[in-house]
Structures are given as structure tokens and as C-alpha cells.
């Protein structure tokens, strides 16, 4: 059973540039979720996306947007780059079974850094 | 904000149990209690998780109070790789396909010393 993945691993990128960042959940997984860990800070919820639709936002402003595809892998936008940008980009999928979403397994995140 | 207060750092001796305290005094009856861990720079892997009763499992024990608001994460034989920051999170069951969404606090950061 393949867990989560992302990548790029590392990213550097400089102010108002865009980016994107990838996650393929696990196998059987149709829930996925962005966090957003800044340095010495526990991870803070982003957004969800439960069969391709957005299921749920954290506090980030619009220009944090997000895709989820057919086979449940999702993508991470992020325009106009601040240096408060700079974190580590978490990824965790789940299985939904019914109406109950189960529990986060997690990737091992994409290092953004933002000059 | 997040709903449990923890430690901010712990020691533990390798080859003993640490025992990793979690308070969580609102919580409600539907909520689960999570831990997770962080080992530097990686991403959080789950441990446990219960609702009332106390759980093990090959990593470890979780024990719930009686009246559920406070926990104890315990690790039966602490190994230099357990050295990570230990978070505990309560999460709502979420029926009908609300949100499962983690809220995350600052966690504990066990060093286990050799």
C-alpha cells in the first residue's frame, strides 16, 4: 500500500510569484487535506477537498486555492507569494466511508521558501 | 484555537515508558482525542486515538480518565527514534460529511536521552 506523497520536496520561490504543490493521497483514500506549518508552529488547517469539491476552509485568504482530480490526487495554489508564505506545505488523505470521514495519514510536506 | 494544553517539553530515559499528559477539559461527549507526532522536519505520523476507552496498539497505550478530560499518551519502551514533537488533538466525529479537520497546538517535544 503506496502512503501519501508530495512533491516537489523543496521549493524556493520569490515574492509575487505563483506556485503549485502536489499531493497523491493513499490508496483508497478520497479526502484530502492542506495544512500550513510555519518554523516552531504546529500545522494550521488550509482546506479540504472531498470528491473534488472543497469540504471545508481554514483561515488563509483566496489566493490559497486548491484542486482535487477524478483519482482523488490534489494540487495546492498559491498566487502572489508573500515571505510569510515561507512554511512547510502538509498534505493528509482519509477514507470517507458513508458519512464518516476517518482518520489523517500524512505526507512528508513540501519545504517553500519564499525570497 | 486549540483544545488541549500539553507540556511543553519532556524527558525520558531510553528503554522506559514516557508518559506524555494531555489535558482537555472541554471536551464534548463526541469528541475522539488524537495523538500524533512530528519527527524533525517530516510529516506528522498518526499514533492512537480514543473516544472513552482506553486504546493500545503496537506503537502505543492511550488512557482517557473517567470523566475524558485529560488523557495520557503512554509509550511502553521509549527509544531514541520516539525523540519527535507529541501532539494531542480532540476531534469531533463528523457525520454527514462535515469536515475531519485537525487542530493542531504547539505539542511536546519528548527527548528521549540515552
Known amino acids: 500500500e503506496t502512503g501519501v506523497t508530495q512533491s516537489p520536496t523543496h521549493l524556493i520561490k520569490t515574492r509575487g510569484q505563483q506556485v503549485t504543490l502536489r499531493c497523491s493521497s493513499q490508496s483508497g483514500h478520497n479526502t484530502v487535506s492542506w495544512y500550513q506549518q510555519a518554523l516552531g508552529q504546529g500545522p494550521q488547517f488550509i482546506f479540504q477537498?472531498?470528491?473534488?469539491?472543497?469540504?471545508g476552509r481554514g483561515n488563509f485568504p483566496p489566493r490559497f486555492s486548491g484542486l482535487q482530480f477524478p483519482n482523488y490526487s490534489s494540487e495546492l495554489n498559491v498566487n502572489a507569494l508573500e515571505l510569510d508564505d515561507s512554511a512547510l506545505y502538509l498534505c493528509?488523505?482519509?477514507?470517507?466511508?458513508?458519512?464518516?470521514?476517518?482518520?489523517?495519514?500524512f505526507g512528508p510536506g513540501t519545504r517553500l521558501t519564499v525570497l | 484555537d486549540a483544545k488541549t494544553t500539553q507540556p511543553p517539553s519532556m524527558d525520558c530515559a531510553e528503554g522506559r515508558a514516557a508518559n506524555l499528559p494531555c489535558n482537555h477539559s472541554?471536551?464534548?461527549?463526541?469528541?475522539?482525542v488524537y495523538w500524533y507526532r512530528q519527527i524533525h522536519s517530516q510529516g506528522p505520523q498518526y499514533i492512537i486515538h480514543g473516544l472513552k476507552n482506553n486504546e493500545t496498539n503496537e506503537m502505543a497505550s492511550l488512557i482517557i480518565t473517567e470523566d475524558r478530560k485529560s488523557s495520557t499518551l503512554i509509550l511502553p519502551h521509549a527509544t531514541l527514534r520516539d525523540t519527535a514533537v507529541y501532539y494531542c488533538?480532540?476531534?469531533?466525529?463528523?457525520?454527514?460529511?462535515?469536515?475531519?479537520?485537525?487542530?493542531f497546538g504547539t505539542g511536546t517535544l519528548l527527548a528521549v536521552q540515552p
Open positions: 472541554t471536551i464534548s461527549g463526541n469528541e475522539y
Open positions: 493528509a488523505s482519509s477514507p470517507s466511508r458513508g458519512f464518516f470521514t476517518d482518520t489523517q495519514y
Open positions: 477537498y472531498y470528491r473534488e469539491e472543497e469540504n
Open positions: 488533538i480532540v476531534r469531533a466525529s463528523n457525520y454527514g460529511g462535515a469536515t475531519n479537520k485537525l487542530i
